[in-house]
């Protein structure tokens, strides 16, 4: 359990955050076509998780292409935008954005993954989306860098995260 | 356990699903301004309920439409969207489509009325969302019409709809 700030307010995020070291915990989540997308999708890979409330809010929207931005500067990294927002709004925001270099992920079929990922905020107004965070994870799913952003109507630490991907 | 088409394909779906004549289960839905929404709230008026799979797909869309065009034939009545789908896209589609008329809720917070409206599709590649189907409630939440849509991508029968929640009291 983690406690994040929404407008000033403290609110409770269940589940255990994951700490730089540890091992990721696999995740079962929902590509724009609708299809299961795994975290062994990405095997080998580095990826990096930009997890947030909705693409349908503004800081959401601003980290998505920030990352777009980035993601093709990086070798051998997926950037993965997860939230409860279903593959279709994640389609449309993506679609008018032209953003192409980021994949967009849903939480949609369950709270498997907001739970083992520590980002599920269990009360207030935000209760049933994702708090705000940014993952990422090396080539062997061990994570290297991890930020669950303590005011979520903030950005995430882009320079921390891109830093370990250098 | 109910099946539904998509594309001509059956898929499960799952939960109770209300018949007419019974009480509408209770529910706690989230409004486009994040608030939490029970049925109670509207005791005293009739209500029509659509559940779509997500208003971001067509026939989440058009049913939206269809029921903000029709909501001022039903007097003393409510009409409802409600989806998965988070409020947030909930508002931008009715800011985008000049929704008045119509109050748009999300299940955000947890599955309860998925399986108390017996429309929680248990298949792929749309489980997670709930089936199209239609609600009418009378003032004490008795149900007067339910229809859960044959094809997911089609219609709801509204002449039948309008046929129940309009005819006199018994």
Avoid at chain 1, 124 to 145: C, F
Avoid at chain 2, 7 to 19: A, D, L, S, Y
Avoid at chain 2, 70 to 85: C, H, L, M, P, Q
Wanted: aromatic share 6%; with cysteine; hydrophobic share 45%.
């Amino acid at each position: 359990m983690s406690t994040v700030m929404h407008g000033g307010k403290a609110i409770p995020v269940n589940g255990d955050f994951p700490a730089v070291g540890a091992h990721a915990p696999a995740f079962s989540l929902v590509g724009v076509d609708l299809a299961d997308v795994t975290l062994a999708t990405y095997a080998g890979k580095r990826k990096v998780l930009n997890i947030f409330p909705s693409i349908d809010t503004p800081t959401c929207a601003t980290s998505t292409r920030r990352f777009n931005a980035e993601a093709e500067k990086l070798a051998n990294t997926v950037v993965l935008c997860i939230s409860a927002d279903l593959p279709f709004a994640q389609k449309r925001f993506c679609g008018a954005e032209g953003l192409s270099n980021v994949v967009t992920l849903s939480t949609m079929r369950g709270r498997e993954f907001i739970q083992d990922y520590g980002v599920a905020i269990a009360a207030g107004p935000l209760a049933g989306v994702t708090a705000r965070a940014v993952v990422v994870i090396d080539e062997n799913d061990k994570v290297i860098h991890s930020e669950l952003v303590s005011e979520i109507k903030d950005e995430p630490n882009y320079a921390a995260a891109l830093a370990v991907l250098q | 356990m109910a099946t539904v088409l998509l594309n001509g394909e059956p898929i499960g779906v799952g939960g109770r699903f209300p018949r007419v004549g019974d009480i509408a289960h209770s529910f706690m839905l989230v409004d486009t301004q994040l608030g939490d929404v029970p049925l109670s709230k509207f005791l005293g008026k009739r209500k029509i309920i659509a559940v779509v799979p997500s208003i971001d797909a067509e026939i989440g869309l058009r049913i939206a439409r269809k029921l903000e065009s029709i909501a001022d034939s039903f007097a003393g009545t409510k009409s409802f969207i409600v989806s998965i789908d988070t409020p947030y896209a909930l508002a931008r589609t009715a800011a985008v489509e000049g929704f008045r008329r119509i109050v748009m809720l999300s299940t955000m917070r947890g599955r309860d009325f998925h399986k108390d409206y017996g429309v929680m599709i248990t298949d792929v590649p749309l489980s997670g969302m709930m089936a199209t189907a239609i609600f009418g409630l009378d003032e004490d939440d008795t149900v007067l019409y339910s229809e859960l849509v044959q094809d997911v991508n089609g219609d709801p029968n509204y002449s039948k709809l309008a046929e129940a929640m309009l005819a006199p009291p018994a």
